[in-house]
């Protein structure tokens, strides 16, 4: 059987961390870096995870999309916030007929690949992951690691589990990385964000990580009804998501390790924050069915004063 090869447009966290496994099961890896390139060049990538570490002395590192071969996968695991990047980057490395597999947090993101590529399956895949870059070329995996995987078509409609998701699956499950498919991407989309609205945005405007919102009384209704927010919005685009899902969400939350959010990480390190594509977008996409998400855009709206008075 001929072996997929995969490239990681963006190798940070995540994809430094996903890219790793894959290679280290034996696929081809193509890995794009912008800082770290020259580090990675030289010294490979070194994986420090609480599954085992690892260090892959050699990696087929890039700096620039046009050296890089087609490939028949590519993650995209950039921040959303470089997405306006895709338009160039995108094109030149996936094979005709590949897969674009899109491993960011947001929603709508296939949507706007879909308009940059065509001839293409495009899968999106919410990741339950807790990884950060800790210096170049060396990713911190703290926890979890497991991805659900649903295949995009226009409109969200639903596809049902496609031999492309079956695919990628096996390689993903061949590397160790545990997979779950979705005949619902747009659901699954909704739910990430049910973890992601409340917690990333609350931990940027009150300074505070999951187990500090969790434990006190008001922060913990605060997230509570954001939460159900983002099932109304889920619901305005004909998509229903359970109550015992938002307990779930708030139990799973209780139990973690208490965590600085992604968002977080990149406020106080004055990165820009992926606000579009985890507020704006939703939000956008309930009014636009005629449902008004009011403490979302009420966070929205706070952090992209934050966001512009860090960028000053
Ligand atoms: N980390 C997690 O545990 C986790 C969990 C779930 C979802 N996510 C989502 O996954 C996505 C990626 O997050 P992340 O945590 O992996 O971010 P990250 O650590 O910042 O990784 C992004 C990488 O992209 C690189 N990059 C930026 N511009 C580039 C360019 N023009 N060419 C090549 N490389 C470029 C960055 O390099 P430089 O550092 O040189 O800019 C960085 O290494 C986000 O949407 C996030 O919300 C992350
Ligand atoms: C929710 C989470 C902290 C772990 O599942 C991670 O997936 C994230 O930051 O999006």
């Known amino acids: 059987m001929v072996k997929r090869t995969y490239a990681i447009l963006g190798t940070g966290a995540l ?3 996903y890219g790793a ?11 794009l870096l912008k800082s770290d390139y ?13 599954d085992g570490d690892f260090t892959l002395p050699q990696v087929n590192a890039y ?21 306006q990047l895709l338009r160039d980057l995108l094109p030149p490395i996936v094979k005709d007929n590949g897969t674009v597999l899109v491993l960011q947090n947001g929603l709508d993101i296939e949507a706007e690949v879909a308009e940059i590529v065509s001839n293409v399956s495009i899968i999106g895949g919410l990741c339950f992951l807790c990884s950060n870059k800790v210096a170049p070329g060396h990713i911190h995996h703290l926890d979890y690691g497991q991805i659900t995987l649903g295949e995009y078509t226009s409109n969200y409609q639903l596809t049902g589990i496609t031999q492309k998701m079956r695919e990628v699956t096996a390689d993903f499950e061949n590397a160790g990385i545990s997979i779950e498919l979705l005949e619902d991407l747009l659901l699954g989309r909704w739910k990430k964000l049910v973890w992601n609205i409340p917690y990333n945005g609350l931990s940027v405007i009150l300074d505070a990580r999951t187990d500090e919102l969790m434990a006190d009384i008001h922060t913990r209704q605060l997230v509570e009804n954001l939460m159900w927010e983002v099932a109304a919005g889920a619901k305005s685009t004909g998509r229903i998501i359970p109550e015992s899902f938002i307990q779930t969400m708030l139990d799973y939350t ?3 390790k208490p965590y600085r959010t992604s968002m977080k990480i990149d406020f106080d390190e004055c ?9 704006g977008n939703p939000f956008r996409k309930a009014e636009a069915a005629g ?22």
Do not use: W
């Open 21 to 31: 496994k894959l290679q280290k099961s034996g696929l081809e890896v193509h890995y």
């Open 38 to 50: 020259q580090q990675v060049r030289e010294n490979g990538l070194i994986i420090e995870s609480k």
């Open 15 to 17: 994809g430094g961390f």
């Open 254 to 256: 209780v139990k973690m």
């Open 271 to 279: 990165r820009p924050l992926e606000i579009e594509a985890i507020f």
């Open 291 to 312: 449902v008004y998400l009011q403490q979302i855009r009420c966070l929205y709206q706070q952090l992209k004063f934050l966001d512009m008075r860090m960028r000053k």
């Open 63 to 83: 700096n620039n999309v046009e050296k890089m071969p087609q490939c028949d996968v590519v993650i995209v695991s950039l921040k959303t916030t470089q997405n």
